[in-house]
């Protein structure tokens, strides 16, 4: 398996970024990690060896970045405001470095959206606040509202809340979205979800499938039995939905 390794000085984010490229053609699969992972975590707990096969084969080429998850969502030293605004800063870094190096590298049509547990989050909010630049989303045990609070899980935006927070918070925007040009990407997308039957994000994913009924907007949503927010489970699910 090809597999290569890049850095460069991030305008957008006035930083070194690195990521890791595995494959030599396919679809392009942009790869989130968890919280605490790194670029190098989709290799590191085993979801790349899941999907092998196809990457050599030509199907897909992963490209895994670093979620930036200590200087955003979970610095919990920076004021709520700073943390949304780096966040864009690193959505920004995606979308005009990250992206625009993969169409160069690979001209293949689709683009995909990946990333578990946190990584789903910022694969959905990218994909459905950019509908145009993917063909399909793949989430793995997501919570798509972070100012919810659930078991363990906090309100990573500490009661903040405001424009910034809702056109980054999935379940808020998606039903002031009224026709034309998202809804209309968002319907050709092939979107699927993934979650455990007593994971602690199974009612956000419901909310969310709502929603998009609501909006005619087709998805797939797949409920696994157990607790399936752990490594074991992605590296089963990758194979399926990737």
Same mark, same amino acid.
């Not at 590298?105 to 789903?120: E, M, V």
């Not at 145009?132 to 798509?144: E, T």
């Not at 808020?172 to 998202?182: A, C, I, S, T, V």
């Not at 909006?215 to 074991?232: M, Q």
């Given at each position: 398996?090809? @597999?290569?390794? /890049?850095? +460069?000085?991030?305008?957008?984010? =006035?930083?070194?970024?690195? &990521?890791?490229?595995?494959?030599? %053609? #396919?679809?392009?699969?942009?790869?989130?990690?968890? @919280?605490?992972? /790194?670029? +190098?975590?989709?290799?590191?707990? =085993?979801?790349?060896?899941? &999907?092998?096969?196809?990457?050599? %084969? #030509?199907?897909?080429?992963?490209?895994?970045?670093?979620?930036?998850?200590?200087?955003?969502?979970?610095?919990?030293?920076?004021?709520?405001?700073?943390?949304?605004?780096?966040?864009? %800063?690193?959505?920004?870094?995606?979308?005009?470095?990250?992206?625009?190096?993969?169409?160069?590298?690979?001209?293949?049509?689709?683009?995909?959206?990946?990333?578990?547990?946190?990584?789903?989050?910022?694969?959905?909010?990218?994909?459905?606040?950019?509908?145009?630049?993917?063909?399909?989303?793949?989430?793995?045990?997501?919570?798509?509202?972070?100012?919810?609070?659930?078991?363990?899980?906090?309100?990573?935006?500490?009661?903040?809340?405001?424009?910034?927070?809702?056109?980054?918070?999935?379940?808020?925007?998606?039903?002031?979205?009224?026709?034309?040009?998202?809804?209309?990407?968002?319907?050709?997308?092939?979107?699927?979800?993934?979650?455990?039957?007593?994971?602690?994000?199974?009612?956000?994913?419901?909310?969310?499938?709502?929603?998009?009924?609501?909006?005619?907007?087709?998805?797939?949503?797949?409920?696994?039995?157990?607790?399936?927010?752990?490594?074991?489970?992605?590296?089963?699910?990758?194979?399926?939905?990737?």
């Amino acid at each position: 398996m090809k @597999r290569e390794y /890049r850095r +460069w000085h991030s305008p957008s984010l =006035g930083r070194d970024m690195e &990521l890791l490229i595995f494959g030599h %053609a #396919g679809a392009k699969v942009l790869v989130f990690p968890t @919280r605490d992972g /790194r670029f +190098w975590e989709y290799e590191e707990r =085993g979801m790349l060896a899941s &999907l092998a096969g196809k990457i050599e %084969a #030509g199907l897909i080429q992963l490209v895994c970045v670093d979620g930036l998850a200590e200087e955003t969502f979970y610095a919990a030293s920076r004021p709520p405001v700073e943390r949304i605004r780096r966040y864009q %800063a690193f959505e920004a870094y995606i979308l005009n470095e990250v992206m625009p190096m993969m169409a160069e590298r690979n001209p293949h049509d689709c683009t995909i959206a990946h990333g578990c547990s946190l990584g789903a989050f910022q694969a959905l909010n990218l994909a459905f606040r950019h509908p145009h630049r993917f063909r399909k989303l793949v989430a793995f045990s997501g919570r798509y509202d972070l100012t919810l609070k659930v078991e363990f899980f906090d309100d990573l935006l500490a009661g903040h809340y405001d424009d910034d927070v809702y056109f980054n918070t999935p379940t808020h925007f998606l039903p002031g979205l009224d026709g034309g040009f998202y809804l209309d990407h968002l319907r050709r997308m092939e979107i699927v979800l993934v979650i455990g039957s007593e994971d602690p994000f199974l009612d956000n994913n419901l909310h969310l499938g709502r929603l998009l009924r609501e909006k005619a907007i087709p998805y797939s949503l797949h409920i696994w039995e157990g607790r399936a927010h752990k490594s074991r489970y992605w590296r089963q699910m990758a194979p399926l939905y990737v």
